[in-house]
């Protein structure tokens, strides 16, 4: 089973803060417009989208807007961003979550001359102290303003492109704006803000990186289609990934879409078999894609030649790599040898996969496949029906 999704655009936020969690400890990185100083070769080349396209970085670097001004209900507002990085938290106090995000912030910049901190309630003044006493007197709460007129969504909100309280925006003690997002999927980066080891460029960096690989399966997703048509060819698909390819050559999504595209072009598909045997070699650790290979030549419907004895190997690494307990490698490994008319051994795995499998959707996927390989309705090397679980998420 497949072991991995790609999709042509998905959300940004939570994956970058990853990201950034895993680049933390690396040097600052600049943005595009200096493609010598750390950012890999993929960010900065024709695929490598503009830093504006991206809600998350807008005014990522840029000047902060006036700091927001209303009736104080809590503490001493800040009066100016010199100097001090500045953390702010847009909230409604008709958005009960948002008591959390409060104490949380009133704790981080606790006995700190380098941080300080606003909360600005956009909501009403009445609603806003009720809010804040329900937390009662052991709660910490930072300086907190209301601006009950909400201009500062035309200043910060909109700006930036936040439509969802509560929200933070970091400013740095230069004045400009550092990060911004969602106060629900910023809890990983406000602790390396606090603890002075984020680094925004290398942010950027980041998804300059990563809007560069979309744009990359996006556009050897537009021209299949025209191949498909008749409007173009498989070489002028395999162009673009062979160039994505030297610019990110441990990238291995692109080895594997390049491995689909020449796999599913039935004059390239020994080209396909002489590729893939060099990406066994070549990426002999990953297991998701050794697993990625063998599950596309035993599930794409469209396959003109089948090599299971390709799909076999690849399989038996992967789930070597795996310890034989991944449910998804197991049930690639029982579709191998299913097709290969070796019911015995299919059935041996797949009943393999089920006891490692979870009680969701992907576990529907599972056992309906072992039903199908013991009901009978089904011959042994004929291809299972597609099983769409009912549990599964839509895409």
Request: no cysteine.
């Amino acid at each position: 089973m497949a072991g991995r999704l790609i999709l042509p655009t998905i959300a940004l936020g939570a994956t970058l803060v990853a990201v950034a969690t895993a680049a933390a400890a690396q040097s600052d990185a600049p943005t595009n417009d200096d493609p010598k100083n750390g950012i890999p070769p993929i960010g900065t080349s024709r695929f490598a989208p503009p830093t504006s396209s991206f809600r998350e970085l807008r005014m990522i670097g840029e000047a902060s807007p006036p700091l927001p001004t209303g009736p104080t209900v809590v503490g001493t507002p800040p009066q100016s961003l010199d100097g001090v990085r500045t953390i702010l938290l847009f909230w409604s106090p008709f958005v009960p979550a948002t008591s959390q995000h409060l104490t949380t912030l009133a704790r981080s910049i606790d006995g700190r001359d380098d941080l300080q901190a606003l909360a600005i309630s956009l909501g009403p003044e009445a609603q806003t102290r009720a809010f804040l006493e329900a937390l009662g007197d052991r709660a910490p709460k930072p300086a907190t303003i209301v601006d009950a007129d909400e201009r500062s969504r035309e200043t910060f909100l909109d700006p930036l492109g936040i439509s969802i309280l509560p929200a933070v925006v970091v400013i740095d003690e230069d004045g400009a704006v550092m990060y911004h997002g969602n106060a629900k999927e910023s809890a990983m980066v406000l602790g390396q803000i606090v603890s002075g080891v984020w680094k925004p460029k290398r942010y950027i960096a980041d998804a300059l990186e990563w809007g560069a690989r979309q744009a990359v399966l996006g556009e050897a997703n537009r021209l299949q289609g025209l191949a498909r048509r008749g409007q173009g060819t498989t070489d002028d698909v395999l162009a673009v990934l062979d160039e994505a390819a030297a610019l990110d050559p441990e990238n291995e999504v692109f080895q594997v879409r390049k491995f689909d595209v020449l796999l599913l072009d039935p004059d390239r598909v020994d080209d396909a078999y002489r590729h893939g045997r060099e990406l066994m070699e070549r990426f002999p650790r990953s297991s998701l894609t050794l697993n990625d290979l063998a599950w596309h030549v035993v599930s794409f419907p469209n396959v003109t030649e089948r090599d299971l004895d390709f799909a076999l190997e690849a399989s038996r690494r992967s789930n070597a790599l795996q310890g034989w307990t991944n449910p998804s490698h197991l049930d690639t490994l029982a579709r191998v040898h299913w097709l290969r008319g070796e019911p015995e051994d299919a059935v041996h795995w797949q009943r393999q996969a089920m006891s490692h499998a979870a009680d969701s959707w992907f576990g529907d996927d599972v056992r309906e496949n072992l039903r199908v390989y013991t009901d009978g309705s089904l011959a042994p090397g004929e291809m299972p029906p597609r099983y769409v679980s009912p549990r599964r998420p839509a895409r």
